[in-house]
Structures are given as structure tokens and as C-alpha cells.
């Protein structure tokens, strides 16, 4: 349970239960203050995780707080001193808590709570940006456009003397005045400059609310839109929305995106030009022509980075179906339209198909940001936002808050998550072209546990006979997610003690075995039941080949990201048996000569 507050750092996102104990420390920093209030925060959290995950969607802060702590005074029924010193330390911690802002329970919708913080962040730095470059061109531009003013040709007429100079009037012969001043130099360029300044300060003036009056221009697939239970108006309050069929997401997109980066071209184009005057670089025979010519390609990544996004909603299972073409198009075409795709919830054990990967897809087209992964970490996940929208590139994020498959509310929605994590479900990465020439220094796998292994292992302790334990290393594979969290259940048979044998191995031992080697065994995975016996479950063909499949993707993802790269590992091997080689060469050379 995250809590967004405005003003806290890491993208304004703060753990409930760190909260807590630092405004309980601000109030009460002595070890003996605050005692019964701080021996009472689990509690409290607990009853503010209670809350959200009943209603499975953002809280405002302010009467979340207030709720929380009507209710642990009804469950705590102290008494007597002992209440008021806690009630009045509780009136202590509400006021130490910030009123302001959301608490985000982890949920389905965590992912897009997350979005929502990201652009008001973003929102705030574009329009501070652009207002400190306007600080700083704004006035002298005023002041340039007055001088200029006096170089036009009626500048020097009588009336335009008296109105400047109204304060001479009773001593100053504006008529003679007007006949003895010389021409300030070819009146149409003095024109020309005077209108191209005009218009660029007109731009100006209006250039914050047309590049930062909104934090984001949304285009949601319709079966998106319809599937989701989320607040999009609340949540996203700084945002427009365009709601099209599913077959439209990305012309649509690609449209508003020609339009808005229009707009915002004349903006920045005042600015250029704004600047170059200033540093009188301008020279209307060249520069005309360019700026003629100035659109969204000419931007330089600072200048992107000021407009307004435009992203794209869609589930992943159509984004791999129908949409597939439109998909590749988009990101080919270079357009840094910023794509959103989750996957649809309880998808996992539809079918037992090859499945296609939406990251690696998009990774194959080599110019665009692409982040994978849970909404496990909320800092890691706004890092990749801010990665991924900064700059002239595409990007694409595949995210995913609860697992795909089970009860996803709660706790169980983040220890299914977890489980999709461990399992190479869903495994993190992360691509940035942005990160250099070499191919592998734009990858990063990320939120994943023992990245260097083919699955992650767990210490298992269990009770042998009566009064023994044992302790065995248990890798935690796809077939174990599939089991948590209740998947493809009729691909798992409990196998009697009386039937266990050295033949029914492990299955990420089996796993390792060539085909001739396997076709005599069986897999398992261990498995306990409500009274935490164990079990042996006998994983089925079908779902040993699913669970192949994605430790190939695991690999697939470890090779890119320098994680036992093949050819490196080779290399490596060759060179330890030339220098072995070498080794006794020397010695049977130095045993030759003794």
C-alpha cells in the first residue's frame, strides 16, 4: 500500500507503513513517548489495508486517515488515562500526516495509479521548465520589441514623438522635431522584424497553457475501456480522452499526435526564433525558409520532453492479435506515441499454446523504450516511466499489478504477482536504445529474483519421522506459479509415497535432462495441502512444455542482458583450455630440461 503525496520525494510515493512510523518518530521521538500509539501502527496500517482492499481503488488521503483512526479506538476500547494519552497522540499523528493526496492500494490498478503520479509529476516539471526559459526571454523580448518599435518609419512622426514623450510637452516642438530626425534604416526590414517579434511574444505568452495545459492526451482501445474498473477522469483529472474501437487505437493515436506536435511546433518555434533575436542570430534569409519548414522531427529531446504525451491504452491480447500490424507500424514509424498494454486478468491457463511476447516484439524494432514488468516496486516502476516518456523515441510499457491468474486482491493479489515474477511468468526488463551503441548496454533485467539462475531456489525446511528435520533447496518454476495460483489444475497428480522412486525427479532437474535421458522419468514439484503436509504432484507433458517455453524466454532475456551469454561463455572456455594447454606445455618443457 503506497500513499502519493505531493510533496514527498521518489516521484511524490511513500510506503503507508513508513509513513506511519516517521510522522509517529516526528511527535513522539523519545523511546517512552507515544508508547500504546506506536506499539498500535501495525494495527493501524493493517485496518488502512483492510479498507483499501475492500474497495480495491485509491483513497483521498485525508478522510482515509480520519476512518482509520475512528476505528482502531473502536477496536483498542481503552480506558480511563490511558485513552486520552492515546487519543490524543492519534489527534497528534493525523496532523502529522499529510491531508493531500491518494493511498494506492497494490491492485489491478495499481500500474495506472502509478501513470496518474507519474504525469503530474511530469506535468509540474514541464510547466517549471518552460517557465524558467520564459523568465528569462519574456522581458527582454518586451524590451527589444520597444526598441525596435522605434525604428519604424512613423515612429518619427509628431504624434508617436508626443505620445513617448508626453511629458515634453510645453517646451518640445514635436512638428520640428519630426522634420529633423534622420531615417533609422530600410523600413521594411525595420517592419519585417517588428511583426516576426509580435507574433513569436503573441506565441509566447500563450506557450504554457498550449505545451502544459494537460498532463496527457489518452487514446483507450473500447474493449479497454470497457473491461477496466477504474476511475480514468479522477485519476487522470489533467488529461483528455478519445475512446475508439479497438481496430482504430493507433491511427487515432498517430493522428492526434500530427496535430498536438503541429501546435506545439509553433510554440517552440517562437522560442528558437525568440532566442535567436535576443543574440540578434537571426538572419531572415536564412532562417525564414527553416523555420518554414519546423515540425515535431526538428525537436530536440528537451523540447519532446516539454509537450504533452500521447498514449495509448490497449490489453495485450489484442495488441498480439488483431492490432499486430497496426502495432509494428506504429513503432516503425518512429512516432513517440507512448503505449500502454496490461494483460488481461485471469488469462493464465486458457490454453496451452506458443505464446508470443509483446516486449520482445517491440524490442525487435530496436528504436524504442520498452519496460516489462510488475508494479511490485512503485520507485523502479516510476523510474521507467520517466525513462520511457523523456526524449524523440516510442516507447512501450507491458505492465502487469496483480498475477494473471487466481484471487488478485490484497495480499494474495501480491503474493500471486510475486509468484508470476518468480515463476519467469512475467519476468522484468528493460530496454533503452537511448543507453549507447552497444546492443547489450540497453538492456536491464529488472525486479527479478536470482536474474543469474534459471529460476529462483527456496530453502525448505520439513519434519522427517516423528521428531527430524530436513532442509532441501526447492527451485521455485512456471508449474509452481501455475499451482499457487490454481492453474491448469488437472495437470498436476498427486503421486502416493507407496510410487515414489528415483525416476520421479525434481522438475527443474528434469528440465536439464536430454531427450533420451527424460524419456524414462518423471517430473514433480512439491506441493502442501491445508495441513501443510507435502506432497509429490506429477507435472503433465502439456504444461512441462509451457514451463520449458518460458525458461527459453527467461533466456532469451539473460543473453541480451550479458547473462550467460553463449558466445562469452565459450570464448572464455576456449581461452582457459589454450592457457591450460600452454600450462603443460611449459611444465613438461621444465621437467624436460631438469
Same mark, same amino acid.
Given at each position: 500500500?503506497?500513499?502519493?503525496?505531493?510533496?514527498?520525494?521518489?516521484?511524490?510515493?511513500?510506503?503507508?507503513?513508513?509513513?506511519?512510523?516517521?510522522?509517529?518518530?516526528?511527535?513522539?521521538?523519545?523511546?517512552?513517548?507515544?508508547?500504546?500509539?506506536? !506499539?498500535?501502527?501495525?494495527?493501524?496500517?493493517?485496518? @488502512?489495508?483492510?479498507?483499501?482492499?475492500?474497495?480495491?481503488?485509491?483513497?483521498?488521503?485525508?478522510?482515509?486517515?480520519?476512518?482509520?483512526?475512528?476505528?482502531?479506538?473502536?477496536?483498542?476500547?481503552?480506558?480511563?488515562?490511558?485513552?486520552? %494519552?492515546?487519543?490524543?497522540?492519534?489527534?497528534?499523528?493525523?496532523?502529522?500526516?499529510?491531508?493531500?493526496?491518494? %493511498? %494506492?492500494?497494490?491492485?489491478?490498478?495499481?500500474?495506472?495509479?502509478?501513470?496518474?503520479?507519474?504525469?503530474?509529476?511530469?506535468?509540474?516539471?514541464?510547466?517549471?521548465?518552460?517557465?524558467?526559459? #520564459?523568465?528569462?526571454?519574456?522581458?527582454?523580448?518586451?524590451?527589444?520589441?520597444? @526598441?525596435?518599435?522605434?525604428?519604424?518609419?512613423?515612429?518619427?512622426?509628431?504624434?508617436?514623438?508626443?505620445?513617448?514623450?508626453?511629458?515634453?510637452?510645453?517646451?518640445?516642438?514635436?512638428?520640428?522635431?519630426?522634420?529633423?530626425?534622420?531615417?533609422?534604416?530600410?523600413?521594411?526590414?525595420?517592419?519585417?522584424?517588428?511583426?516576426?517579434?509580435?507574433?513569436?511574444?503573441?506565441?509566447?505568452?500563450?506557450?504554457?497553457?498550449?505545451?502544459?495545459? &494537460?498532463?496527457?492526451?489518452? %487514446?483507450?482501445?473500447?474493449?479497454?475501456?470497457?473491461?477496466?474498473?477504474?476511475?480514468?477522469?479522477?485519476?487522470?483529472?489533467?488529461?483528455?480522452?478519445?475512446?475508439?474501437?479497438?481496430?482504430?487505437?493507433?491511427?487515432? !493515436? !498517430?493522428?492526434?499526435?500530427?496535430?498536438?506536435?503541429?501546435?506545439?511546433?509553433?510554440?517552440?518555434?517562437?522560442?528558437?526564433?525568440?532566442?535567436?533575436?535576443?543574440?540578434?542570430?537571426?538572419?531572415?534569409?536564412?532562417?525564414?525558409?527553416?523555420?518554414?519548414?519546423?515540425?515535431?522531427?526538428?525537436?530536440?529531446?528537451?523540447?519532446?520532453? #516539454?509537450?504533452?504525451?500521447?498514449?495509448?491504452?490497449?490489453?495485450?491480447?489484442?495488441?498480439?492479435?488483431?492490432?499486430?500490424?497496426?502495432?509494428?507500424?506504429?513503432?516503425?514509424?518512429?512516432?513517440?506515441?507512448?503505449?500502454?498494454?496490461?494483460?488481461?486478468?485471469?488469462?493464465?491457463?486458457?490454453?496451452?499454446?506458443?505464446?508470443?511476447?509483446?516486449? *520482445?516484439?517491440? @524490442?525487435?524494432?530496436?528504436?524504442?523504450?520498452?519496460?516489462?514488468?510488475?508494479?511490485?516496486?512503485?520507485?523502479?516502476?516510476?523510474?521507467?516511466?520517466?525513462?520511457?516518456?523523456?526524449?524523440?523515441?516510442?516507447?512501450?510499457?507491458?505492465?502487469?499489478?496483480?498475477?494473471?491468474?487466481?484471487?488478485?486482491?490484497?495480499?494474495?493479489?501480491?503474493?500471486?504477482?510475486?509468484?508470476?515474477?518468480?515463476?519467469?511468468?512475467?519476468?522484468?526488463?528493460?530496454?533503452?536504445?537511448?543507453?549507447?551503441?552497444?546492443?547489450?548496454?540497453?538492456?536491464?533485467?529488472?525486479?527479478?529474483?536470482?536474474?543469474?539462475?534459471?529460476?529462483?531456489?527456496?530453502?525448505?525446511?520439513?519434519?522427517?519421522? &516423528?521428531?527430524?528435520?530436513?532442509?532441501?533447496?526447492?527451485?521455485?518454476?512456471?508449474?509452481?506459479?501455475?499451482?499457487?495460483?490454481?492453474?491448469?489444475?488437472?495437470?498436476?497428480?498427486?503421486?502416493?509415497?507407496?510410487?515414489?522412486?528415483?525416476?520421479? @525427479?525434481?522438475?527443474?532437474?528434469?528440465?536439464?535432462?536430454?531427450?533420451?535421458?527424460?524419456?524414462?522419468?518423471?517430473?514433480?514439484?512439491?506441493?502442501?495441502?491445508?495441513?501443510?503436509? #507435502?506432497?509429490?504432484?506429477?507435472?503433465?507433458?502439456?504444461?512441462?512444455?509451457?514451463?520449458?517455453?518460458?525458461?527459453?524466454?527467461?533466456?532469451? #532475456?539473460?543473453?541480451?542482458?550479458?547473462?550467460?551469454?553463449?558466445? *562469452?561463455?565459450?570464448?572464455?572456455?576456449?581461452?582457459?583450455?589454450?592457457?591450460?594447454?600452454?600450462?603443460? &606445455?611449459?611444465?613438461?618443457?621444465?621437467?624436460?630440461?631438469?
Amino acid at each position: 500500500t503506497y500513499a502519493k503525496m505531493p510533496d514527498f520525494p521518489a516521484g511524490g510515493y511513500q510506503t503507508v507503513g513508513t509513513l506511519l512510523k516517521e510522522a509517529a518518530r516526528t511527535i513522539a521521538p523519545g523511546e517512552e513517548e507515544g508508547a500504546v500509539l506506536k !506499539a498500535n501502527l501495525p494495527r493501524l496500517e493493517r485496518i @488502512i489495508r483492510l479498507k483499501l482492499s475492500v474497495a480495491g481503488e485509491a483513497f483521498k488521503a485525508g478522510p482515509l486517515w480520519e476512518d482509520a483512526a475512528q476505528e482502531i479506538q473502536k477496536e483498542l476500547q481503552l480506558k480511563g488515562v490511558e485513552a486520552l %494519552v492515546f487519543s490524543g497522540d492519534l489527534n497528534k499523528l493525523q496532523k502529522q500526516l499529510p491531508v493531500g493526496g491518494m %493511498v %494506492v492500494p497494490f491492485a489491478q490498478n495499481t500500474p495506472l495509479n502509478l501513470l496518474a503520479a507519474f504525469l503530474e509529476e511530469n506535468q509540474r516539471n514541464r510547466t517549471e521548465q518552460l517557465r524558467n526559459q #520564459l523568465k528569462r526571454v519574456l522581458p527582454a523580448l518586451r524590451d527589444l520589441i520597444a @526598441i525596435e518599435k522605434q525604428k519604424l518609419p512613423d515612429a518619427k512622426e509628431a504624434g508617436q514623438l508626443k505620445q513617448g514623450l508626453d511629458f515634453a510637452g510645453s517646451f518640445v516642438n514635436f512638428e520640428a522635431l519630426a522634420e529633423v530626425l534622420p531615417d533609422t534604416g530600410p523600413a521594411d526590414l525595420s517592419k519585417s522584424r517588428f511583426q516576426r517579434l509580435e507574433q513569436v511574444l503573441l506565441a509566447l505568452e500563450g506557450a504554457e497553457s498550449s505545451l502544459c495545459g &494537460k498532463s496527457g492526451q489518452m %487514446v483507450l482501445s473500447r474493449t479497454f475501456h470497457e473491461k477496466s474498473v477504474f476511475n480514468w477522469g479522477q485519476q487522470f483529472e489533467a488529461a483528455v480522452f478519445k475512446v475508439v474501437e479497438p481496430e482504430d487505437v493507433f491511427a487515432t !493515436a !498517430a493522428a492526434w499526435f500530427d496535430e498536438t506536435m503541429a501546435e506545439a511546433a509553433q510554440t517552440l518555434k517562437a522560442l528558437r526564433i525568440a532566442q535567436l533575436e535576443l543574440e540578434n542570430h537571426y538572419q531572415a534569409d536564412l532562417h525564414d525558409d527553416w523555420f518554414g519548414h519546423f515540425n515535431w522531427k526538428m525537436f530536440s529531446d528537451e523540447e519532446m520532453t #516539454l509537450c504533452t504525451p500521447v498514449i495509448l491504452f490497449l490489453e495485450a491480447e489484442g495488441l498480439m492479435g488483431s492490432s499486430l500490424q497496426a502495432f509494428s507500424q506504429c513503432l516503425a514509424s518512429n512516432i513517440p506515441v507512448k503505449i500502454v498494454a496490461l494483460p488481461e486478468q485471469g488469462n493464465a491457463g486458457k490454453g496451452l499454446a506458443y505464446r508470443p511476447e509483446p516486449a *520482445a516484439l517491440a @524490442i525487435a524494432h530496436r528504436n524504442a523504450y520498452v519496460l516489462q514488468t510488475a508494479a511490485l516496486d512503485p520507485f523502479a516502476l516510476l523510474d521507467g516511466f520517466r525513462d520511457g516518456f523523456v526524449g524523440n523515441m516510442p516507447a512501450f510499457f507491458y505492465l502487469t499489478s496483480a498475477g494473471v491468474a487466481g484471487d488478485n486482491t490484497g495480499d494474495k493479489g501480491y503474493l500471486n504477482t510475486l509468484a508470476a515474477v518468480a515463476g519467469r511468468e512475467f519476468s522484468g526488463v528493460s530496454y533503452h536504445p537511448g543507453k549507447g551503441p552497444n546492443w547489450g548496454s540497453r538492456f536491464s533485467l529488472v525486479q527479478n529474483p536470482e536474474p543469474e539462475s534459471d529460476w529462483p531456489t527456496h530453502s525448505m525446511e520439513y519434519k522427517t519421522g &516423528k521428531t527430524g528435520t530436513a532442509t532441501e533447496a526447492i527451485a521455485f518454476t512456471y508449474a509452481d506459479y501455475a499451482c499457487a495460483v490454481g492453474a491448469f489444475a488437472s495437470h498436476f497428480h498427486l503421486v502416493p509415497p507407496r510410487f515414489w522412486h528415483a525416476d520421479l @525427479i525434481p522438475l527443474a532437474q528434469f528440465l536439464t535432462l536430454s531427450s533420451k535421458e527424460s524419456a524414462s522419468r518423471a517430473p514433480f514439484i512439491w506441493i502442501a495441502d491445508q495441513d501443510n503436509r #507435502l506432497h509429490k504432484a506429477a507435472v503433465a507433458w502439456p504444461l512441462v512444455e509451457i514451463v520449458r517455453q518460458r525458461l527459453d524466454f527467461w533466456k532469451y #532475456l539473460q543473453e541480451n542482458a550479458g547473462v550467460h551469454s553463449y558466445h *562469452a561463455e565459450r570464448a572464455v572456455e576456449k581461452k582457459v583450455k589454450e592457457l591450460e594447454s600452454d600450462f603443460q &606445455k611449459r611444465l613438461a618443457q621444465v621437467k624436460s630440461e631438469q
